[in-house]
């Protein structure tokens, strides 16, 4: 498609500037201007037509073939179109030859004029250039099966007889014994036999937690092995395996998408018969009325020349072009002309959880240390045992002690424990950090902090258990928080009257803490395959589906999917799998492509009503019916300015899109209204950074408190208020103060912190 469409324009640019250049003052060879060389300009052009008509051979095959079948499409208008210009011209250059022959200079000339020869190469070319744009998207599919399949280890490593073997993962069998050592790629799907791991599924199942794993425990090929050595039994392999499966539904649902039924091809099946049958009805007329055979059929031709649809060839191409460009400037990448098309139609979209609503990475939501524990102090701990984990609510934690300035002490001596955490001595202190499952088995009392952690978890959190010892520290949660503007999506859609469903492979109670907060339904635990399934039960329900994702796991789905959206963010295979991919990783941007197409498939439309406008008001003329009363017959000049007019119109229509707007930008005065508010809450922030609690032990009298008072207000950037009933100092801070440094300055005053909230 790509060597056509070079080849045709290289044959069209230089025959539309012989053809038209002239008439915009452009400079000719003197061997093609002038009477007396009209048959060496109309020649010339023949011989760059002719080529283009056979490089693109193919609509003449298919359009005819329609037409034969009864069935006319755009090909068959195409085609017919290109052929009639072809044929008539082939006809005007005999003419040119006859009367140059017979020394009529005058009637050479005028037939001269008459050549539609740019016209058919330019038809050709135009769908050509849409053409290669559907070829190059459908080629994507193969790469995204490409990418799924360089996932999958190329070797693994089996014990055949007590000894290690790395042979060709085709070879494994059901049975065989694996080794996975820490950083590998666990080649098939299978079970653990001994040792125990920390299991990266983000490749399959798109949750971005690291999965613990023990004896017994199922684990899936092409997932990453992050911590642990095991040993393994091969289960299912081949195309057994999960990754397999996974490709073959991603082949599945390419192939069974289909291609959407255009509009031009619903106004070619009434408009092509129409044309014929006028041509036909014309020419016979005129020859019962006594005009000669080449009077009649110049009627016939005339008439499907002046049909001959240059502007339906701009109508699409231009619209889609103008409107995934504007889709571009939004970081909007439209991959096909059908995406843009359809997506005006979709009632419901499927969201993936993680890294699509979510930020797809678990960050430290809340800070909660026990009685008498200083935060600062609990987070150095924290992170002074998590810095020798490789485990990503490690290095969360790590993250997050980082950018709260707080300095890790070293750790050493680390044991990790199967199921529960990690162990280390920090400072001659022996930390623990892990779930409840590990405080229970130590026998650690909680101080009531377990229906925290219940809490915590309803919420969607990850609740970890810090120990210095037997005393118990506190509890740090985590979790893959919402993105900025997914709620805001969210409430977009339901406006557009949309529904909005969430897929997702995380456990239920997370997914419905999600749901909950952004008031959609969810459906949790989904294997890849289901998430396929359901997007197929939706389609089979009647609803137009866009199905929005980032993953390896989405792939399916999005190949499914009507529209399969991909965040940019996510793998190379969810984007090679869609048909829109958004830039910049950001939901608002899919309702900005809904919106999109529905402005494209409105310009669409209109584009086509002017396209077939011009050519339809100059049938009447080229087919004789005003020649009897005022003589008037298809002038060369007439159809030259209706094509011209057509296209102008439908050129100038589809560069309104240039124009769009999402409507959530639509209302400057409003979103100046909510900067300013969103600059007043930013400036209140840095009056009073932050809020704090010091719990103080041994204030006995107004004294003590005044002693304290005085020592905190004459700190930079604090404004305290001191309560001897409460124990307490409840500190305003208009800079950033570390807790060290308040303790410090009530220690240096006599007095105990015990506690900073």
């Known amino acids: 498609m790509k060597k056509r469409l070079i080849s045709s324009f290289s044959f069209l640019i230089p025959?539309?500037?012989?053809?038209?250049?002239?008439?915009?003052?452009?400079?000719?060879?003197?061997?093609?201007?002038?009477?007396?060389?009209?048959?060496?300009?109309?020649?010339?052009?023949?011989?760059?037509?002719?080529?283009?008509?056979?490089?693109?051979?193919?609509?003449?095959?298919?359009?005819?073939?329609?037409?034969?079948?009864?069935?006319?499409?755009?090909?068959?208008?195409?085609?017919?179109?290109?052929?009639?210009?072809?044929?008539?011209?082939?006809?005007?250059?005999?003419?040119?030859?006859?009367?140059?022959?017979?020394?009529?200079?005058?009637?050479?000339?005028?037939?001269?004029?008459?050549?539609?020869?740019?016209?058919?190469?330019?038809i050709l070319t135009l769908i050509t250039v849409g053409k290669y744009m559907e070829t190059r998207s459908k080629g994507k599919t193969s790469e995204a099966i490409s990418k799924l399949m360089d996932l999958s280890p190329k070797t693994a490593t089996v014990l055949h007889n007590g000894k290690e073997q790395e042979i060709p993962v085709e070879q494994v069998t059901a049975g065989d014994v694996i080794l996975v050592r820490p950083g590998q790629a666990i080649p098939v799907d299978g079970v653990i036999l001994e040792g125990f791991s920390s299991i990266d599924e983000s490749a399959i199942t798109g949750e971005s937690i690291p999965v613990d794993k023990k004896v017994g425990d199922t684990v899936i090929g092409a997932t990453v092995n992050k911590t642990g050595f095991f040993k393994m039994e091969a289960t299912h392999v081949g195309s057994d395996t999960t990754l397999s499966r996974i490709i073959a539904l991603v082949e599945e649902a390419g192939a069974s998408k289909a291609p959407i039924a255009k509009l031009a091809d619903t106004v070619s099946g009434i408009f092509v018969p129409t044309v014929i049958t006028i041509a036909v009805i014309a020419t016979i007329v005129w020859m019962f009325l006594g005009q000669p055979?080449?009077?009649?059929?110049?009627?016939?031709?005339?008439?499907?020349?002046?049909?001959?649809?240059?502007?339906?060839?701009?109508?699409?191409?231009?619209?889609?072009?103008?409107?995934?460009?504007?889709?571009?400037?939004?970081?909007?990448?439209?991959?096909?002309?059908?995406?843009?098309?359809?997506?005006?139609?979709?009632?419901?979209?499927?969201?993936?959880?993680?890294?699509?609503?979510?930020?797809?990475?678990?960050?430290?939501?809340?800070?909660?240390?026990?009685?008498?524990?200083?935060?600062?102090?609990?987070?150095?701990?924290?992170?002074?045992?998590?810095?020798?984990?490789?485990?990503?609510?490690?290095?969360?934690?790590?993250?997050?002690?980082?950018?709260?300035?707080?300095?890790?002490?070293?750790?050493?001596?680390?044991?990790?424990?199967?199921?529960?955490?990690i162990e280390a001595d920090v400072n001659g202190k022996h930390i623990l950090g892990g779930n409840l499952k590990m405080m229970q088995e130590r026998n650690i009392p909680l101080h009531g902090f377990e229906e925290?952690?219940?809490?915590?978890?309803?919420?969607?959190?990850?609740?970890?258990?810090?120990?210095?010892?037997?005393?118990?520290?506190?509890?740090?949660?985590?979790?893959?928080?919402?993105?900025?503007?997914?709620?805001?999506?969210?409430?977009?859609?339901?406006?557009?009257?949309?529904?909005?469903?969430?897929?997702t492979g995380d456990n239920k109670r997370t997914a419905d803490a999600i749901a909950q907060k952004l008031g959609i339904h969810a459906i949790a635990e989904v294997l890849?395959?289901?998430?396929?399934?359901?997007?197929?039960?939706?389609?089979?329900?009647?609803?137009?589906?866009?199905?929005?994702?980032?993953?390896?796991n989405d792939a399916p789905a999005l190949m499914r999917a009507d529209v399969g959206i991909a965040i940019g963010a996510g793998t190379d295979i969810a984007m090679e799998s869609a048909d829109i991919v958004l830039m910049k990783s950001d939901l608002m941007d899919a309702v900005t492509a809904v919106e999109l197409s529905h402005a494209t498939i409105r310009n669409i439309k209109q584009n086509l009503f002017w396209a077939f406008f011009y050519n339809a008001c100059g049938i009447p003329l080229a087919a004789g019916v005003f020649f009897l009363s005022f003589g008037w017959k298809l002038n060369p000049m007439f159809a030259a300015a209706a094509m011209s007019c057509s296209s102008f119109f439908v050129v100038s229509n589809a560069l309104r899109l240039k124009l769009f707007k999402p409507a959530h930008q639509k209302h400057p005065a409003v979103n100046a209204a909510a900067e300013i508010?969103?600059?007043?809450?930013?400036?209140?922030?840095?009056?009073?950074?932050?809020?704090?609690?010091?719990?103080?032990?041994?204030?006995?009298?107004?004294h003590c408190t005044g002693r304290v008072d005085k020592a905190l207000n004459e700190m930079d950037g604090v404004k305290a208020v001191v309560s001897l009933e409460g124990k307490s100092a409840e500190v305003e801070l208009s800079k950033e103060i570390s807790d060290e440094a308040l303790v410090k300055v009530v220690t240096d005053a006599g007095y105990e912190v015990v506690d900073i909230q």
């Open 15 to 122: 025959l539309f500037y012989i053809s038209m250049g002239h008439m915009m003052g452009a400079p000719l060879p003197s061997i093609l201007t002038g009477k007396e060389n009209i048959m060496s300009f109309a020649l010339t052009q023949l011989l760059l037509a002719t080529p283009v008509l056979i490089i693109n051979k193919k609509f003449f095959l298919v359009g005819f073939q329609a037409l034969a079948n009864r069935a006319p499409n755009m090909d068959s208008l195409v085609a017919l179109g290109s052929a009639a210009s072809y044929i008539y011209s082939i006809f005007a250059i005999y003419a040119i030859g006859y009367h140059l022959g017979h020394g009529d200079l005058e009637t050479a000339h005028h037939y001269g004029m008459e050549l539609y020869l740019e016209g058919a190469a330019m």
């Open 293 to 421: 055979f080449s009077f009649a059929l110049s009627i016939g031709i005339a008439v499907l020349v002046i049909s001959c649809p240059c502007a339906l060839g701009l109508a699409t191409p231009t619209a889609i072009m103008v409107g995934t460009g504007k889709g571009a400037e939004y970081g909007i990448l439209v991959k096909s002309a059908e995406s843009l098309e359809i997506a005006h139609q979709i009632d419901t979209v499927v969201l993936d959880k993680t890294g699509t609503l979510t930020e797809g990475r678990p960050i430290v939501t809340d800070v909660l240390p026990a009685p008498g524990v200083l935060r600062n102090p609990f987070l150095r701990m924290a992170a002074s045992i998590e810095a020798l984990s490789e485990h990503p609510l490690a290095e969360a934690i790590v993250q997050y002690a980082e950018e709260n300035e707080i300095t890790r002490n070293n750790a050493e001596n680390l044991l990790a424990t199967a199921g529960q955490g």
């Open 452 to 503: 925290t952690a219940i809490r915590l978890a309803k919420e969607g959190k990850t609740p970890l258990f810090f120990a210095e010892g037997e005393k118990f520290l506190g509890i740090l949660a985590l979790a893959d928080t919402l993105k900025p503007t997914s709620k805001d999506a969210v409430d977009a859609f339901h406006h557009m009257g949309i529904d909005v469903i969430m897929l």
């Open 528 to 552: 890849p395959q289901d998430k396929e399934m359901e997007v197929r039960r939706l389609q089979e329900s009647g609803k137009k589906v866009a199905m929005i994702g980032d993953g390896i």
């Open 677 to 702: 508010e969103n600059k007043a809450i930013i400036t209140n922030k840095e009056e009073i950074l932050m809020k704090k609690v010091l719990k103080i032990e041994g204030m006995m009298c107004h």
